[in-house]
């Protein structure tokens, strides 16, 4: 786990001060790696890498990057390769492996299988790999966005590094892209490559980028195909997920530093803690973040519950209001752009309490889009299956969940009848996509803050449609509801919770790990059949039927595990509300083109309790502050 960056000339011309610049591209991401750094140049100059090193793996020198091989190829690497012993057997005759490191593995790989060496890595990663034989660069990202890789082409020159805050000085401003904003004002996240930040972009997930000879391809090596196997058995699946899930805790441990888990009180991070326990005697430090002023918004009972039941050792933090405004401006600085709901403040909390402890921490993100946990999706399925019932296709095998199974299930929506309300008030029985649009549309009660004239709306609507008609999860074009559903939050949703994850462990020191994310049970998942996977019309059903037998009874039928919910609504009206209008009464905040201050003020308090409203306006505006308003903390950073 580490920061990487590097620039390139695409002609193959000297960079001018290519050691300053690569230095300042390695300074500004020296949160991400406190154990150690590199900075290298080649000879010609055309190339040069920079890396930020945390030791988790081969805490030895022979470790350290940019790693150079004896075939001609550099390499600055972010992640873990978490099959790098598999590798090492595997290549053995074939590569001289010099290192104990899972980096080293990268290089064999690459010498073995050329650009697919990435189908053979199984982990999170980003890396550049400089091949001066070649003279080529290949630009890499996990199949499912764990670790970041941000690029922008400028001119003649390529730069790119784990944070977008490092590519900033070498931009020739730093301005708004509207159809970003668009899509952050819309999902209140990216939903394409662009970044909020104009010039700048990700590498996708599961995608990898070529430049040679002047020219960059980009190709999508990885997707999730959904090709359900109807001889599937309840027994013979729940079997393989606990094969599956234990192989991949395992691996997970793999680690030469101490590791914890983070522990919430819901069953993802549960499952992960006592199985992490399970194989690792030692494995007994968990963390976990409460809000004691507001009993409800505190889940340290919950939490409490597992750590006994396992003999875990649970850290906790009590988080206030005042560690909002001490922590907010260092949150929006490391996460480069606002972002998803506010769990990034708590996350950074814990992540804050789980440094002083250990330097791996294992979490449970990606288990409610892998086993659809996520109320929407029964919200959008009831109306599918009311459409049905009035089409009268019922019975034609459309519809794996039947109503007498989803009716009596349907209190887990009695938090959700406001947005029932505003759902079924327009559009009913629309096509799948618009509907599920609607579901994630995070603007809709944003008329009056936002300026829409100056905004393209119909862009976000057309980037949600390309993910939502993917056609390499689904290549018969077709695809049940709940697949296309959780497809799409598995795609375009969930990596803006894992750069929360990434982040806010990052700007600590530490490394975050996700064992649901190993993309052997994410593949096995995608051929499990809906009727057992949502057995019974209950969400997440597969999974809490599997682990009922080790997870405590409370924390499997519990109903109303809220996601890290933070009691902003209610800090807003008192201990915030001084904060809150002088972050939207600056000169600078009243002269933005896309907001409205005055109109976000008089509607502030208007969002429900768990609103994304007023957390999307705020971090918005202290986003501008922090990076636009300040852009001459950058200017002056690169001179040729």
Known sequence: M????????????????????????????????????????????????????????????????????????????????????????????????????????????????????????????????????????????????????????????????????????????????????????????????????????????????????????????????????????????????????????????????????????????????????????QNTQTFHGKFTCHPGYDESHFAQMVADQSDLQMHSIDISSADFIQNIDKIIYHLD???????????????????????????????????????RYMVGYLERLLLGALDGELNTGKFPISFGDIVPNLTVLKEYKPLMGQFFAKGLFEDLPSRYFRLVDRSTDMQDEVDWGVLDKGHARNAFDEAFHSQTAFPDGQGQDFDRMTHFDFKRLLPALLQIEDRMSMAHGIESRVPFLDHNLVEFMATVPNKIKFEGGKLKQLLKSTYKDILPKPIVERRDKMGFPVPLKEWYQSDLSDFVQDTFRTEAARSRPFMRSDHILANFDQGGQFSRKTWGLLSLELWFQKFHDQQSKYKNLVKD
């Open 337 to 375: 752009h606002p972002i998803a709901g506010p769990g990034s403040f708590p996350q950074y909390m814990v992540s804050q309490l789980a440094s002083k402890h250990v330097k791996v921490v294992l979490g449970g993100q990606g288990g409610d889009e892998i086993f659809g946990g996520y109320a």
């Open 2 to 281: 580490c920061g990487m960056a590097g620039i390139l000339n695409l002609l193959g011309e000297p960079i001018p001060s290519i050691e300053h610049k690569v230095n300042v591209l390695g300074e500004l991401i020296k949160h991400r790696g406190p154990d150690g750094e590199g900075r290298w140049a080649n000879a010609s100059n055309e190339v040069g890498l920079a890396h930020q090193r945390l030791t988790i793996i081969d805490l030895s020198d022979m470790g350290a990057q940019p790693m150079h091989a004896q075939n001609g190829t550099s390499l600055t690497f972010n992640g873990e390769i978490y099959n790098y012993i598999e590798l090492r057997e595997q290549l053995s005759n074939k590569w001289g492996f010099q290192t104990n490191s899972d980096t080293e593995c990268i290089f064999a790989a690459y010498e073995q299988w050329g650009d697919q060496c990435v189908d053979h890595l199984r982990g999170m990663f980003a890396f550049a790999l400089w091949d001066e034989k070649k003279k080529k660069l290949l630009l890499a990202r996990d199949r499912f966005g764990i670790k970041p890789l941000y690029y922008a082409l400028l001119g003649e020159q390529l730069v790119f590094a784990s944070e977008i805050k490092a590519l900033l000085p070498f931009l020739p401003a730093i301005t708004t892209n509207p159809l970003a904003l668009t899509e952050y004002i819309t999902f209140q996240q990216p939903m394409t490559d662009l970044t909020m930040f104009d010039g700048v972009r990700q590498l996708m997930p599961g995608h990898i980028m070529s430049v040679q000879n002047g020219n960059s391809k980009i190709h999508k090596y990885w997707d999730v195909v959904f090709d359900h196997d109807d001889s599937m058995t309840l027994d013979s699946c729940q079997q393989r997920i606990r094969e599956l899930m234990s192989d991949s805790i395992n691996v997970h441990l793999r680690a030469d530093v101490p590791i914890g888990s983070y522990l919430s009180g819901g069953i993802d991070s549960s499952l992960v803690a006592m199985m992490a326990k399970q194989q690792d005697s």
